[in-house]
């Protein structure tokens, strides 16, 4: 199921980006004492109550014509709308203002549950302050200080209440949900349309052509699949739109929904620096991953070109060491077959499960090989492993001394599991706890 979405919005200068980055926990948006210093949307997770959502920080809404403040105040709208809840965030210190009115009335129009925040009340002294701010017409008023971190568990209280109940029955377990996310232009609506054997996406060679993401059935050998095609995702500093900024977010929201993510990578540019941090989003968010490299039908594309494409890609991609690597052709769909074969490997491994016994077994005969380090004087003692999630695999290693496990061994202990169970296609998490 999706997680929520939670935007934090109010004019300039009330300290939204203070309270963002205290719910998640890192200080990711700039805070300066200038109003509208934050002019995008920024996205991030939180959790609250085992309750993990998506937070949206986002510029002041400001009034006025200037392009800037209209550019401002389309993306708090582009916010609401995405929005499950909203963070109505007013500042304390200075009453109801104008701006605040305005505010108002935009939220009056989304029909979205709002939780008002009163920022800045740094001492109880001020709570008598917040009364007024029952004549928004929104309830109860949460007295909050941003920079003190104070009365911020009642608001996300409030928060999580309007969430909805999970339903981990919506998705159906025997269909392989995968998405394709790249770039723009790199051929992922083409590459749909070519499993499809239809135009059924719209297909151009100008960028941005998919704003939306789009799901599509495809039934082929027995199997159920639903394609996710995204919208490109450019560079921060060229994202101009308000309806782009809300593609990316929807194409992050598909990547949480898939099961496998295809990685697009245009053989005819090679690779980029933001083909990367793309495939970073899909890594982060634990989905097993395939990497295709798409348009191999305009370079040279023989055994040889492809290895030291493959040597390439394994050089810029060291975190993805896990990930299948795909050469095809979306347009002539040359070698097309290939690349479910590679999907339902890695939807495979990424539901995978170890017994408990066989998976000692190979930890056992790791340790006999490369003994635990020694830290201090002190030895890292691995007393067993047990696997406790799946989607990805992760596993808990119960030792006497969660500090001694080094990241070096517990890379080995990782590798030593993949070469005994496979694992191609998702990652795996490994995390150390002390016994008892």
């Known amino acids: 199921m999706r997680k929520s979405v939670v935007a934090i919005v109010g004019r300039p200068n009330v300290g939204k980006s203070t309270i963002f980055n205290r719910l998640v926990g890192e200080r990711i948006s700039i805070v300066e004492d200038i109003p509208g210093v934050t002019r995008d949307r920024i996205y ?51 009453g109801i203002t104008a701006a605040d009115e305005e505010v108002t009335k935009l939220l009056y129009k989304s029909n979205k549950p709002i939780v008002l925040g009163v920022n800045k009340i740094d001492n109880p002294e001020m709570r008598e302050t917040i009364y007024e701010y029952y004549s928004l017409g929104f309830g109860e008023p949460f007295p909050i200080s941003g920079s003190h971190g104070l009365g911020l568990g009642d608001l996300l209280d409030k928060v999580v209440s309007y969430f909805p109940e999970r339903n981990d029955g919506e998705k159906d377990e025997d269909t392989i949900y995968f998405s394709l996310i790249g770039r723009p232009n790199v051929g ?60 990316v977010l929807r194409a992050l929201k598909a990547i949480e929904n898939s099961d496998v993510v295809l990685v697009l990578i245009d053989a005819e540019t090679g690779i980029i620096e ?31 070109a492809m290895k030291e494409f493959e040597t390439k890609i394994r050089a810029h991609f060291q975190f993805l060491d896990y990930a299948p690597i795909v050469f095809l052709s979306a347009k002539t769909k040359k070698r097309l077959h290939t690349l479910i074969p590679a999907i339902n490997l890695a939807s495979e491994n ?22 635990t380090p020694t830290v201090k004087g002190k030895r890292l003692k691995v007393l067993y492993v047990t696997q406790v999630a799946v989607k990805p695999p992760s596993f808990v290693v119960f030792v006497n001394d969660p500090e001694l496990m080094h990241f070096s061994y517990q890379r080995f202990l990782e590798n030593k599991i993949r070469d005994a169970f496979g694992f191609e296609g998702t990652p795996i998490k490994i995390f150390a706890r002390r016994r008892g």
């Open 44 to 94: 991030a997770q939180a959790e609250w109550l085992n309750h993990t959502f998506n937070l949206i920080d986002t510029g002041g809404i400001e009034l006025g014509d200037e392009p800037l403040l209209v550019q401002m105040r389309e993306q708090a709208e582009v916010a609401i709308n995405e929005a499950d809840v909203i963070i109505f965030l007013v500042n304390g210190k200075e």
């Open 188 to 247: 992922k609506s083409s590459l749909v349309n070519a499993f499809l054997n239809e135009e059924r996406v719209i297909v151009s060679e100008i960028e941005g052509t998919t704003r939306d993401a789009i799901d599509t059935h495809l039934h082929r050998d027995g199997q159920d699949y639903v394609i996710t095609d995204t919208a490109g995702m450019r560079k921060r500093g060229k994202v101009y739109e308000s309806t782009e900024k809300y593609s």
């Open 274 to 304: 933001q083909d990367k941090k793309i495939a970073g989003y899909a890594h982060e968010a634990g989905r097993a991953v395939v990497i295709v490299v798409n348009k191999w039908d305009t370079v040279e594309s023989n055994e040889k």
């Open 350 to 371: 990424h539901a995978k499960r170890v017994p408990t016994n066989v998976l000692n077994d190979v930890i056992m005969d790791a340790l006999a090989m490369n003994p």
